[in-house]
Nanobody, 116 residues
Framework: QVHLMEFGGGSVQPGGSLRLSCLAA????????VDWYRQAPGKERELVAG???????YYIDAVKGRFTFSRDSARNAVFLTMDSLKNEDTAVYYC??????????WGKGTLVTVSS
């Protein structure tokens, strides 16, 4: 079994910063398979950042240059540092893990609200 727990969401003004943390517990085969998704109100869930695609860390275009994905293998944790936040970054952010059998696990999510 795999458990994912996100921390660090909150409310910030445009231009502000937040750092999200995801702690992974259980049968984690490969921490490289943990990434970040988000779901804005009325929109589909989308992959935001991760390094699960055998290339340099992936970021959606909307967050390139503003968000930074990082990982601490010793703590089984991944992070998403978000700078220069915009209103359109408002969403629930989810930690996601896909195991070696292709089974997806999700955290409960943490809400990020960017508003003046």
């Amino acid at each position: 079994q795999v458990h994912l727990m996100e921390f660090g969401g909150g409310s910030v003004q445009p231009g502000g910063s937040l750092r999200l943390s995801c702690l992974a517990a259980g049968n984690i085969f490969n921490l490289n398979m943990v990434d970040w998704y988000r779901q804005a109100p009325g929109k589909e869930r989308e992959l935001v950042a991760g390094d699960t695609m055998d290339v340099d860390i992936y970021y959606i275009d909307a967050v390139k240059g503003r968000f930074t994905f990082s990982r601490d293998s010793a703590r089984n944790a991944v992070f998403l540092t978000m700078d220069s936040l915009k209103n359109e970054d408002t969403a629930v952010y989810y930690c996601h893990y896909r195991d070696k059998n292709g089974v997806d696990y999700w955290g409960k999510g943490t809400l990020v609200t960017v508003s003046s």
